[in-house]
C-alpha cells in the first residue's frame, strides 16, 4: 500500500521518534509537508498545506498535557476535510471524546500497540477515506468510563418509570394514575431516586428539576 503523494502533517516532540515517523511515511509515498515540534508550527502548517491527513501527539510542549488535542480541535473547526489521527502513550480517552465522537476522519492509538508498519499505515489509509481508528483498548476503556459515570445506574426499573414521567412534566398525582400505584408510593420512589442520584437538598437548586436534567442528559 503506498501514499501516493499525500499530504501528511506530523506532530511529535521527540525528536527521534518525529524522524523515525517520517521515514517511514515517505518510504511508503506519502509527502510529509511538515514536521512540528509543537502545536502552534502544527496548526500554522495545516493552515498553508491543507494536508490530508495530521498525525499528532497529544501531549506536546510547553506543558505536555493536552497541547496536541488543543490543537487538533482547532484543526478540525478551521480544516475539517484535514483527517486526524492522535497518537499517545497514556490513555486519555475521555479528553479526546469530543473529537472522537464526530466518527469521521479520525483516529487515536497507543504508541506502545503499534505493533507493526502495514497496521500503522492502514490505519492512515482507513482515516483519510473517510472512516475512524480508535484502539480497541481505549474503545474498552470508554465503555467502562461510562458505565462508572452513568448516574441513572443505581435506579431500580420502577424508579427509571417514576423519573421518565417526572420528565415529561407529570406532577406525583399524576405518575401515581399513569403506574397505577399510590401517590405515596410515587412519593418513595422520588425520594429514592433523589438518594440514589447522589442530589443533595439545598435552598438554591430544585432537586426534582436537577434529576429530570440528569436524566434527560444521560438519554
Not at 524522524?19 to 514536521?35: F, R
Not at 475512524?132 to 427509571?160: G, H, I, K, M, W
Request: charged share 25%.
Amino acid at each position: 500500500m503506498g501514499g501516493r503523494g499525500t499530504r501528511i502533517a506530523l506532530a511529535e516532540d521527540d525528536v527521534l521518534l518525529r524522524e523515525g515517523i517520517a521515514s517511514l511515511l515517505e518510504g511508503a509515498g506519502y509527502d510529509v509537508v511538515c514536521q512540528a515540534g509543537d502545536a502552534v508550527e502544527l496548526v500554522a502548517s495545516v493552515r498553508d498545506h491543507l494536508p490530508e491527513i495530521a498525525i499528532i501527539d497529544i501531549r506536546m510542549p510547553p506543558t505536555c498535557t493536552t497541547e496536541g488535542l488543543d490543537a487538533a480541535r482547532v484543526i478540525r473547526e478551521t480544516s475539517p476535510e484535514t483527517g486526524i489521527l492522535l497518537l499517545s502513550a497514556h490513555i486519555e480517552v475521555d479528553h479526546a471524546l469530543e473529537l472522537l465522537a464526530t466518527g469521521h476522519r479520525v483516529g487515536y492509538l497507543l504508541k506502545n500497540r503499534v505493533t507493526s508498519v502495514s497496521g500503522f499505515m492502514g490505519a492512515i489509509e482507513r482515516i483519510i477515506a473517510g472512516d475512524s481508528v480508535v484502539d480497541p483498548v481505549l474503545v474498552q476503556e470508554l465503555f467502562a468510563a461510562r458505565r462508572r459515570e452513568d448516574p441513572l445506574e443505581l435506579l431500580t426499573p420502577r424508579e427509571r418509570e417514576v423519573l421518565a414521567l417526572m420528565a415529561e412534566g407529570r406532577s406525583n398525582a399524576g405518575i401515581a394514575h399513569q403506574l397505577w400505584i399510590t401517590e405515596g408510593t410515587v412519593e418513595k420512589h422520588v425520594r429514592s431516586i433523589m438518594s440514589r442520584m447522589r442530589l443533595p437538598e439545598t435552598e438554591d437548586d430544585h432537586r426534582r428539576v436537577l434529576a429530570v436534567i440528569t436524566f434527560l442528559e444521560a438519554r
